[in-house]
């Protein structure tokens, strides 16, 4: 395909929580006219539109929803189901279509759903990168011009994320890691069409060969080992990872940043984090970022609750309300707190990913079973610990601390976790390396 604008390519992603967009977000500079959000883009027919909505809603709705006592976990379970990612092992052909799959292409049959979308990009058939296997597949089905790109999100996916016939599709997978690739056979994707890139991460946050990166881990260590156990067990491993950049000097308070997702959850378990290390806060040893994300709600509750607990004095201080009124600019905010963080506490989103940074990773209660498969992966390569008991935050935080573990799992998550996502995207996409026609480019990881 020749096109007159080689450096541009069509970046689609939806507005489904925040993984799809935050996996969008790092391509923007060579998103043409912007990054296109397929449920919401200016002049979307009402049909598809109806469509976009009941879906989303219906997932908005039952994340929520499980936080009901009683019976909010047995509904949320009947839900999961449905995009429940079956056991890797013992390993089969995993290819047989499911139920979720006749869906989505009876609306692509009965009610052209996508097809708008397809022929307006259609016209000007620059490369197709997607963050969401429905709009790839939507791009597929109405006959898209150049090439289709899908990235995947997690650590693992459900088979919905492959087309019906995989033997006979041209969608080109780009697989956050290993795993997920292998994954991808299993379903039938041909390995042609399966390319270990790695996720997306912003490059404010890498920066070139890494730079920005480095310099940011090399300040992070002695936050997350003061006493300096794992430092001094390791220091030639360190310096020969992070060189000049490896400081042992304090230079802020530990900060942890705390992300709750895009439908509100476990915003409770920010609250209690912040109760719990309220003296450390107070005494300036400790900074706690609340993530609300977009989620107006949430920031006002968490307003709400520090001033029960007496922080209020703390906001702008000791404590930041992160949020932002639209996903780019709540992003590039997450993104430069990050670069001043030390420890994500998260549930295991794609946010998993970002342990890439050198950011040790708490883990709260996975919410789904993509959630599940990322906790795995996490524990799995060092780089992420299930939370204790949030109410003793205070207690054992400051054990892990003394202890080098969190130290030891930031350079577990820089080491294991790949970091060139971005850059390796864009080299396949504009044909940057010499063997991309035969994708057996071998890239950075």
Request: a positive charge; aromatic letters at 14%; one cysteine or more.
């Given at each position: 395909m020749?096109?007159?604008?080689p ?14 967009q935050?996996?969008?977000y790092?391509l923007?500079n060579?998103a043409?006219?912007?990054i ?11 049909k ?6 009941n ?9 929520r929803?499980k936080?009901?006592?009683?019976i ?11 995009q429940?990612i079956?056991?890797?092992y013992p390993?089969r052909?995993?290819?047989?279509s499911n ?13 052209d759903?996508g097809?708008h ?5 259609a016209?000007?058939p620059?490369?197709f990168i ?11 089905y109405f ?11 997690d650590?693992d ?6 087309p019906?016939?995989p033997?006979?599709s ?20 041909t390995e042609d ?5 790695g996720?997306?991460?912003p ?7 890494l730079?920005?990166?480095k310099a940011d881990?090399g300040?992070r260590?002695i ?5 300096r156990?794992?430092i ?5 491993s360190?310096h020969?990872h992070?060189?000049s950049n ?6 802020r ?5 705390f ?8 915003r ?5 984090v912040a109760f719990s290390?309220?003296k450390?806060i107070l ?7 609340l993530?609300?994300?977009?989620n107006q709600?949430?920031?006002?509750y ?11 004095r703390?906001?702008g201080?000791?404590?930041n ?7 780019h600019?709540?992003?590039k905010t997450f ?5 001043e963080s ?6 295991p989103?794609?946010?998993c990913?970002?342990?890439a940074?050198?950011?040790p990773?708490?883990?709260a209660?996975?919410?789904?079973s ?6 795995k992966?996490l524990?799995?390569?060092g780089?992420?610990?299930?939370q ?8 054992w ?8 573990w969190l130290?030891?799992?930031a350079m577990?998550?820089f080491?294991e976790?790949p970091k060139?996502g ?5 080299k396949?996409?504009?044909g940057k ?6 994708f057996?480019t071998v890239?950075q990881?």
């Amino acid at each position: 395909m020749t096109s007159k604008l080689p450096q541009k390519a069509w970046v689609v992603t939806v507005d489904m929580g925040y993984g799809h967009q935050r996996a969008a977000y790092p391509l923007k500079n060579i998103a043409y006219k912007g990054i296109i959000t397929a449920n919401t883009y200016v002049g979307i027919p009402e049909k598809d539109k109806f469509i976009w909505e009941n879906s989303r809603g219906f997932y908005e709705f039952v994340s929520r929803f499980k936080m009901v006592p009683l019976i909010g976990d047995r509904v949320f379970s009947l839900y999961d189901k449905l995009q429940a990612i079956p056991n890797f092992y013992p390993k089969r052909d995993l290819s047989t279509s499911n139920l979720q799959l006749k869906q989505i292409y009876k609306f692509f049959e009965e009610g052209d759903w996508g097809k708008h979308l397809i022929s307006k990009l259609a016209k000007t058939p620059l490369p197709f990168i997607t963050t969401f296997f429905v709009t790839a597949m939507m791009a597929e089905y109405f006959d898209y011009p150049g090439e289709i790109y899908c990235i995947l999100c997690d650590a693992d996916i459900s088979r919905a994320w492959v087309p019906p016939k995989p033997q006979d599709s041209r969608i080109i997978y780009f697989a956050s890691n290993r795993r997920v690739a292998d994954r991808l056979k299993l379903y039938g994707v041909t390995e042609d069409r399966i390319i270990l890139t790695g996720f997306p991460l912003p490059q404010e946050n890498v920066g070139v060969n890494l730079k920005i990166l480095k310099a940011d881990l090399g300040k992070r260590l002695i936050n997350l080992d003061p006493g300096r156990v794992y430092i001094n067990q390791f220091k030639p491993s360190i310096h020969s990872h992070l060189g000049s950049n490896f400081k042992l000097h304090k230079s802020r308070p530990l900060t942890i940043t705390f992300a709750v997702g895009g439908a509100g959850a476990q915003r409770e378990l920010g609250v209690e984090v912040a109760f719990s290390i309220k003296k450390y806060i107070l005494d300036g040893k400790m900074r706690l970022n609340l993530v609300a994300g977009t989620n107006q709600q949430v920031a006002e509750y968490f307003k709400e609750e520090l001033k029960k607990l007496k922080l209020s004095r703390e906001l702008g201080k000791g404590i930041n309300i992160i949020f932002e009124s639209n996903k780019h600019q709540y992003f590039k905010t997450f993104n430069k707190a990050l670069r001043e963080s030390d420890i994500l506490w998260t549930k295991p989103s794609e946010l998993c990913f970002y342990c890439a940074l050198g950011l040790p990773i708490i883990m709260a209660p996975p919410v789904g079973s993509q959630e599940k498969f990322n906790q795995k992966w996490l524990q799995l390569i060092g780089a992420g610990i299930d939370q204790d008991d949030p109410k003793y935050t205070g207690e054992w935080l400051c054990d892990w601390l003394h202890s080098g573990w969190l130290a030891e799992a930031a350079m577990a998550g820089f080491i294991e976790a790949p970091k060139y996502g971005t850059y390796n995207i864009e080299k396949i996409v504009f044909g940057k390396t010499k063997e991309t026609k035969k994708f057996k480019t071998v890239l950075q990881y």
